[in-house]
């Protein structure tokens, strides 16, 4: 697996043939595919939106929205904002678990984050109905978000605690009770299946297959926010985590505290997927993807890996969210189906590639 | 059964409609009902329904109201002009901005309609969304279709439908309560592909369906839809084996069924005892309720003697 690593990080971009300028500048590419994305994303949908909308949006009149601007200011751009930060989140949270553990196919499904945060809320789905306990519509709202994330950070806790008890500092225990984790959170998630009536399996699946329908602005904003604190504690992390690419023996010699290192991106990995998994469902690919497509862009040094693995995994989620909500007007296809369409087929080709050699 | 927001007509101020709709129930109390009819349809408002549920859908168009349907879910396949309007797609995945896009003025959906989010967003934009209560009874058909006629004005209609659907309903049941044979054991099963199997259980609407037909459901020991598990096909003892038509299609015909694990091991199975039913005519609890009940009656009773 680390001859993977270092095979691919030999290869940048410009063993495929793209021009040098690109792999020394991929922020501003990505930043304009970014920005041009969005611009995008807001002039499709099923309803016509003109520019008097935005005027209308813009001028922010005490009168209450209609028509078109109502549905630019409430719907089509806080989901605009939902796609690119869950999809930066994602693959910030994917970049930090493959870098810890050294291991390109790492991502929080692996460990079982995400795993975790769905079998807290199929729990909370089945249990909650079942018990017959009345909740007041306003809790409702927030249970489940709140009932995931909680299911995110718990397996992350079990995950450090187990593994530091069964082998001292070594990912492999980490890695080893992760795909224990996952185990069980499937079968949990099974026997919910079992339990749920129908009407709850449906809620189940639909949850599992991931959708930003429910997106709005004061989530955006509690995403924004919590995206920002997860860079901002990552500022002082990209260094150790080039360190720890060398190993973890190698990294305690020049100085790193592996264990507080791994507590603290253990801890960022499960904020960030617990919230996006909380908001969204499961939406995979966007974790595993993004590092790559900028591994091969520009090597694997965290310092340029992060933040280029989110402007990447922002550009995935709203192209796949706007092809989701725009291909079946009036109807909308699960987001989850597209995101897989487009990994899928890149993961091949990157398959193909390695087949190849260098 | 609740409305989420009270119908108000855009377009229209709140007084002038009260003054219509007084004007509307003095002429309903002090002249014919043809006249109020009258004064319903002069009325210029043109309603923009988006409807959820196939049997919603059947409902508007029995009511006669279907120049005001603007959008129908995956489930409306009948009437067959219904499959020709703007799909805003399945039930439980729709699109907020999708259903706006029609201009609605009024959203009727099933409680299984969803996501919850999205309908709250087209609430909050401004478009009245009623959910109707989904219940498995003839009794849950003439509430849904009362509730319908109220929305949309119709109440006149919906009394004539509702006539009509009870003697219906006495003419497919009298033959079910006169029979003296003992009734037989009936399994249903939900196929959508072959790799997903259910078995229908209590409290589910084949079960409904099942005993209003006079006959047992063959699995009661459990509530809803349940993956098919060989010994419990065999300890069930089917005499007859129902099928949705999309179902027994996707297993393959009768020959397919057989193949079911367990299911050659029952009375139904060595007498070839399978039947199918298009599944919206008869799960879907519409205003063809009567004809769905007599056609499954018709097919157990041709199962049974053959």
Not at chain 1, 18 to 42: D, Y
Not at chain 1, 181 to 196: E, H, R
Request: proline content about 5%; some cysteine; charged content about 15%.
């Amino acid at each position: 697996m680390t001859s993977f690593i270092s095979q691919l990080s030999r290869r940048t971009i410009t063993d495929w043939g793209l021009p040098q300028w690109f792999a020394s500048k991929p922020a501003w590419l990505l930043s304009l595919i970014l920005i041009s994305g969005v611009w995008a994303a807001a002039t499709m949908g099923a309803v016509p939106v003109t520019w008097h909308d935005w005027l209308a949006v813009l001028q922010n009149s005490d009168e209450p929205l209609s028509g078109g601007a109502y549905v630019l200011w409430h719907l089509r751009l806080p989901r605009i904002l939902f796609a690119v930060l869950i999809g930066a989140a994602l693959a910030l949270s994917g970049a930090l678990a493959q870098g810890l553990f050294r291991n390109p196919l790492a991502d929080p499904g692996l460990l079982g984050v995400t795993s975790g945060a769905a079998c807290a809320a199929a729990l909370t789905i089945v249990l909650l109905a079942s018990s017959g306990i009345e909740i007041p519509t306003a809790l409702r709202y927030w249970l489940l978000p709140a009932t995931a994330f909680a299911g995110a950070v718990a397996v992350c806790f079990i995950l450090d605690s187990v593994a530091r008890w069964l082998t001292a500092d070594s990912i492999a225990g980490l890695l080893l009770t992760g795909i224990a984790l996952n185990a069980l959170a499937a079968a949990v998630i099974g026997l919910c299946t079992y339990l749920a009536t129908d009407e709850q399996l449906r809620t189940l699946s639909f949850w599992t297959l991931g959708s930003l329908a429910g997106a709005n602005w004061a989530v955006a904003c509690v995403l924004l926010i919590t995206l920002v604190l997860a860079v901002w504690a990552l500022r002082q992390l990209t260094h150790a985590m080039n360190a720890l690419a060398l190993g973890e023996a190698a990294a305690a010699h020049v100085g790193v505290n592996v264990r507080a290192l791994r507590m603290r991106v253990i801890m960022l990995v499960a904020v960030l997927c617990g919230f996006a998994v909380a908001w969204c469902g499961m939406i995979g690919f966007i974790g595993l993807v993004a590092p790559h497509i900028v591994r091969l862009l520009v090597g694997p040094d965290q310092r340029r890996l992060a933040p280029l693995a989110m402007l990447v995994g922002a550009i995935l989620l709203l192209l796949a969210d706007t092809a989701a909500r725009t291909v079946a007007i009036p109807a909308e296809i699960p987001v989850g189906i597209f995101t897989a369409l487009l990994g899928a087929p890149f993961f091949l080709v990157l398959l193909a590639r390695m087949r190849k050699g260098v | 059964m609740f409305d989420l927001f009270n119908e108000q007509n855009e377009g229209m101020p709140q007084s002038r409609r009260h003054f219509l709709n007084q004007i509307g129930a003095a002429f309903a109390i002090a002249c014919l009902p043809q006249l109020a009819l009258g004064a319903e349809s002069s009325k210029k408002m043109t309603r923009r329904i988006v409807s959820v549920g196939g049997g919603l859908t059947e409902i508007i168009y029995a009511l006669g109201a279907e120049k005001e349907l603007v959008g129908v879910d995956t489930t409306s396949l009948y009437p067959e002009a219904a499959t020709k309007l703007p799909s805003v797609g399945y039930a439980r995945a729709l699109s907020s901005e999708g259903i706006l896009a029609l201009s609605p003025t009024l959203v009727l959906a099933t409680e299984d309609a969803g996501p919850p989010a999205v309908l709250r967003q087209v609430g909050t934009a401004g478009v009245p969304v009623s959910i109707l209560s989904a219940n498995d009874k003839f009794e849950g058909v003439i509430e849904r279709i009362q509730h319908v006629g109220r929305l949309i004005e119709r109440s006149a209609q919906a009394s004539q439908l509702e006539s009509q659907l009870r003697q219906d309903w006495q003419r497919a049941l009298a033959p079910i309560l006169a029979r003296k044979t003992s009734a037989p054991r009936v399994l249903f099963i939900l196929s959508h592909s072959p790799a997903q199997i259910m078995v229908g259980g209590r409290k589910t609407s084949a079960d409904a369906m099942i005993a209003y037909a006079g006959a047992r459901n063959a699995v009661d020991g459990f509530d809803g839809f349940k993956p098919l598990t060989p010994e419990a096909v065999i300890a069930a003892q089917p005499d007859i084996v129902l099928f949705t038509e999309q179902g027994m299609g996707v297993v393959g015909g009768v020959d397919g069924a057989l193949k079911l694990p367990g299911l050659a091991q029952t009375p139904a199975g060595q007498k070839r005892r399978m039947v199918a039913l298009e599944a919206m005519f008869m799960l879907g609890f519409g205003p063809r309720l009567p004809q769905a009940l007599s056609a499954l009656d018709q097919l157990l009773t041709k199962a049974m003697q053959g």
